[in-house]
């Protein structure tokens, strides 16, 4: 039963945009906040940022604030990952994940349902 769809991977230039989707199942009073997290080959799954389902309070990694930019259309069960300023060190598989639980949402071992992923591959 697929409850996390993620979409709008792609490849796109350094210094470029690409936005990315994350359509829910999961009916949302379960869900406290959506993740967005990303795996380069070789590397750890990387904490990106999240967002608070109800309250659309947003945290996001150093490495990804000030560029990256999450929201969310509750209307629409959906999450949105906004990647401006794209450099080649953001190519990885990107994830969206939700959370049932408030609190250490940068830990992947607090989501409990997770997508597909999609691939973002930026070329320098």
């Known amino acids: 039963q697929v409850q996390l769809v993620e979409s709008g991977g792609g490849l796109v230039q350094a210094g470029g945009s690409l936005s990315l989707s994350c359509s829910t199942s999961?009916?949302?009073?379960?869900?406290?906040?959506v993740g967005w997290f990303r795996q380069a080959p070789g590397k750890e799954r990387e904490f990106v940022g999240t967002i608070s389902w109800s309250g659309g309070i947003t945290t996001y990694a150093d490495s990804t604030k000030g560029r990256f930019t999450i929201s969310r259309d509750n209307a629409k069960n959906t999450v949105y990952l906004q990647m401006n300023s794209l450099k080649p060190e953001d190519t990885a598989v990107y994830y969206c994940a939700a959370s049932r639980k408030y609190y250490g949402l940068s830990s992947s071992n607090s989501y409990d349902y997770w997508g597909q992923g999609t691939q973002v591959t930026v070329s320098s």
């Open positions: 999961i009916r949302t009073s379960r869900i406290y906040a």
